[in-house]
């Protein structure tokens, strides 16, 4: 089994920053209900820029951040539920933007947990010997796929993308990584696909919109995602308590604060940039990651850990080079 390692990271944010004051000013919500009730400040969202935009300017970041030259990537695997083409996928055209020729590129649709799911098979695939340099991109325009009426989404969800450059290494970083699913949770966080029914069915799609019954999503990460930490955890020889730094994904503070409470660590442990970028689905992971890197030390002990819809989880244990 060959060693994987974590080589280069990069994000991308739309330019245009929307605050909750902003939001408040067209509909009914509040800078004080939107910051206690998550942890969420401003945002940013595409007054134009792509998802295929953003996925690859953070994937052009992580790799200039790893040192490799766009021919040395033999993997693309982006992490998205807001392509801007069901085909080609997103990563075939990140792909084309970069450079990369010849690489196996695909798309992968698990909510909020993409970029879990997503690092799991690149990394299994640099671990058998398949590929030697995997780009891994959660990229998502979630802003286009919200109800701007609804207060119980838009003022939730937001853009941008980030960016992993897994590479193969002699010492192997990524210790462990665990996903999972349960599709009885399938109706509570729902996007239908824009369909137009056909010549012989006259059936009308009714939703429009992304839906998401937040209480109960919310008892399911509150549950879920410290289970899930420990059994990544299990057999390695470690405990939450020896981890240097817990990157949830961004969806609320809150969460993040009872999983601390539920692990007996530190919530000051938790890394927290949704003040600034509010939930980006897929991205928030390795935004989050991104963000982190200047206060990362060698040898530090990372949970990453994505939840949401389908339902879907998963946690990745890794040591920072
Ligand atoms: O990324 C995928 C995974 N997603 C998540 O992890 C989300 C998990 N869920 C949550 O983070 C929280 O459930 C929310 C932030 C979505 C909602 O917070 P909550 O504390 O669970 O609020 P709630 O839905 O129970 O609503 C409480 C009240 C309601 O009013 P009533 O019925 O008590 O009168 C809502 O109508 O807050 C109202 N409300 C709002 N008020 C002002 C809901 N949205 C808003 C809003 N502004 N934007």
Partial sequence: MYGVKISGLGKAVPELEVSNDDIAKFIDTSDEWIESRTGIKSRHISTGETTTDLAASAAQHALTDSGLNADAIDLVIVATVTPDYTMPSTACCVAQRLGIKNATCFDLAAACSGFIFASEVAVSLIHQGNYKHAL???AEVL??????????????????????????????????ILTASDGDGSDLITLPSLTEPNKFNETQNTQKYMQMNGREVYKFATTAVPQNIQNVLADTGYTPQDIDLFILHQANARIMDSVAKKLDVDNEKFFKNLHKYGNTSAASIPIALAD???????????ILSGFGAGLTWGSMFIVWE
């Fill in 136 to 138: 891994v991109i959660g």
């Fill in 143 to 176: 802003s286009k796929t919200v109800d701007w009426e609804d207060r119980n989404t838009c003022v939730l969800f937001a853009d941008g993308a980030g960016a992993a450059v897994y590479a193969r290494s002699n010492e192997n970083k990524v210790i462990k």
């Fill in 292 to 302: 982190a890197k200047e206060k990362l030390k060698p040898g530090d002990k990372i």
